[in-house]
C-alpha cells in the first residue's frame, strides 16, 4: 500500500460505516460505499457520499459523483471495495471516476474475485488517477466476508445466534416460544436481522414457535430478512404467521426432493418460494442449503434456530459468527438444551473461533465469536 495520510485513514472509516447501511439491502451486490473529497479553504471537504443502490441502479462510486457534479473534478474519492471495471446492468466504475476528473483513488480493499480483481485498479492506474489500495483492509474484509464467500466458496456468510437461559436451554417441552432474553438483547437481535440477507430456522421452530423473523425496530421493518425455513417434509402450516406474511416479506420453503407435491402446490400458491434440494436419511445437509441460498443471491445468512439446525452447522463447521446471548432465567425441569449432540460450552471453547467481544445486552450476557483468521 502506498503512503496515506490521517485524513485518509479519517475518510475510509467513515465511508465503511456509511456501507454498513446498506447491508441486508444490495444482495447479491455488495455494499459499498464512497465518499467524494476536495480541499476547500485548505481543508478538505465531503461533496458527494454514495452507498450501492438495489441490483440493476446505480452503484456507490456513480450516486457520490451524482452528488458531487463538478465538484468532483481533481477530488479524491475514498472507497470501500475496488470500483468494478465491467460492464453489467451498470457500466464500469471505474471509468465514471476517470471521466468525472477524479485526481485520486482511496481503495478499502481489492475485489476477492480473482476474475476481475485489480483490473478495476489497473484500469485507473493507466488513465494518470493516483491510487492508494488496502486501507482498512482487514476491517473491510471482515465487512465483505459474506461477498467474498459467495464469489470463492459459493455459500453465504453464516451467523449463528443463540439465545439461553443461565441453565443453558433454549426453551420448554411443549411450550413453544419461551422468553429468555430482555429488551435489550431483543433490539439488538432485530438489528442482527436487519443487516443479514436472509434469517433461516428449521421445521420444529417453525412449527413450535410460529414465528414472525421480521425486524421489528421502529422504523427498519422493510430491513426485514427473506425467512426460509428448512423443512423437509413441507410441513408448514398454511395459516401459519410465516404463510399469512409471505407477499409483504419473502418466505422461501426448502424441502426435499420427495416432499408431498399436493402440500408443495398449496404453499405455492400461497406465495411461499419452494426450494426444492436433495435431502439424505437424516435430514438436509447445511452446505446443500447454503449452495442453493447462494445461487439465489444470498450473502449473509443469520441461523435462529432451533438446536438440530445450529448444531448441524457447528458439526459441518459452516459458522462463521456465533453469538450467544444467556439471559437472567433458568428453565428447569423439561428444558431444551441449546445444542443436539453438542456441548455449548465445548463450542465456546473451540480454538476455531476467537472471542471478538462480550459483555451486557441490560440483564442479558452475551458473547461474540469469530472463525479465527476471518
Known amino acids: 500500500m502506498t503512503a496515506h495520510t490521517d485524513f485518509d485513514l479519517r475518510f475510509m472509516a467513515a465511508a465503511k460505516r456509511l456501507a454498513r ?29 454514495g452507498v450501492t443502490s438495489r441490483p440493476g441502479m446505480a452503484h456507490a462510486e456513480v450516486n457520490a459523483l451524482r452528488q458531487a457534479g463538478d465538484k468532483a473534478d481533481g477530488a479524491t474519492c475514498y472507497v470501500t471495495l475496488e470500483p468494478c471495471s465491467h460492464y453489467g446492468r451498470t457500466p464500469p466504475c471505474a471509468m465514471a471516476l476517470i471521466e468525472a476528473g477524479i485526481r485520486r483513488v482511496v481503495i478499502g480493499m481489492a475485489d476477492p474475485n480473482p476474475r476481475v480483481s485489480g483490473r478495476g485498479i489497473e484500469m485507473l492506474r493507466d488513465a494518470g488517477v493516483e491510487v492508494v489500495v488496502g486501507l482498512l ?5 471482515a465487512l465483505y466476508r459474506g461477498f467474498t464467500l459467495r464469489q470463492l466458496k459459493q455459500r453465504p456468510q453464516v451467523f449463528l445466534k443463540l439465545a439461553v437461559s443461565q441453565d443453558g436451554c433454549i426453551g ?55 425467512r426460509v425455513i428448512v423443512d423437509r417434509c413441507a410441513r408448514l402450516p398454511l395459516e401459519s404467521k410465516l404463510v399469512r406474511t409471505c407477499v409483504d416479506v419473502p418466505v422461501w420453503l426448502v424441502c426435499g426432493n420427495d416432499a408431498d407435491p399436493d402440500k408443495i402446490e398449496q404453499l405455492a400458491a400461497a406465495g411461499v418460494n419452494i426450494i426444492r434440494v436433495p435431502a439424505a436419511e437424516d435430514g438436509i445437509k447445511p452446505s446443500v442449503i447454503l449452495s442453493a441460498l447462494a445461487t439465489r443471491g444470498i450473502t449473509r445468512v443469520m441461523v435462529e434456530g432451533g438446536a438440530r439446525l445450529a448444531s448441524s452447522f457447528l458439526q459441518a463447521d459452516l459458522v462463521d459468527d456465533l453469538c450467544v446471548v444467556t439471559g437472567n432465567i433458568e428453565i428447569g425441569e423439561g428444558g431444551i438444551p441449546a445444542l443436539h449432540g453438542l456441548v455449548l460450552a465445548d463450542v465456546l471453547k473451540d480454538p476455531r473461533f476467537e472471542r471478538v467481544d462480550a459483555g451486557r445486552f441490560g440483564l442479558d450476557r452475551f458473547i461474540y465469536l469469530r472463525r479465527c483468521g476471518a
Open 21 to 49: 447501511r446498506g447491508l441486508g439491502r444490495v444482495w447479491p451486490n455488495p455494499s459499498v460505499a464512497a465518499l467524494i473529497v476536495r480541499e476547500d479553504g485548505g481543508k478538505p471537504v465531503v461533496v458527494g457520499r
Open 137 to 141: 483492509e482487514q476491517e473491510m474484509q
Open 172 to 226: 420448554r417441552k411443549g411450550e413453544g416460544q419461551v422468553k429468555i432474553s430482555g429488551p435489550l438483547s431483543m433490539r439488538k437481535v432485530h438489528g442482527f436481522r436487519a443487516a443479514c440477507d436472509a434469517i433461516l430456522v428449521g421445521s420444529g421452530t417453525a412449527l413450535a414457535d410460529d414465528p414472525q423473523l421480521t425486524c421489528r425496530l421502529p422504523g427498519l421493518a422493510e430491513r426485514s430478512p427473506v
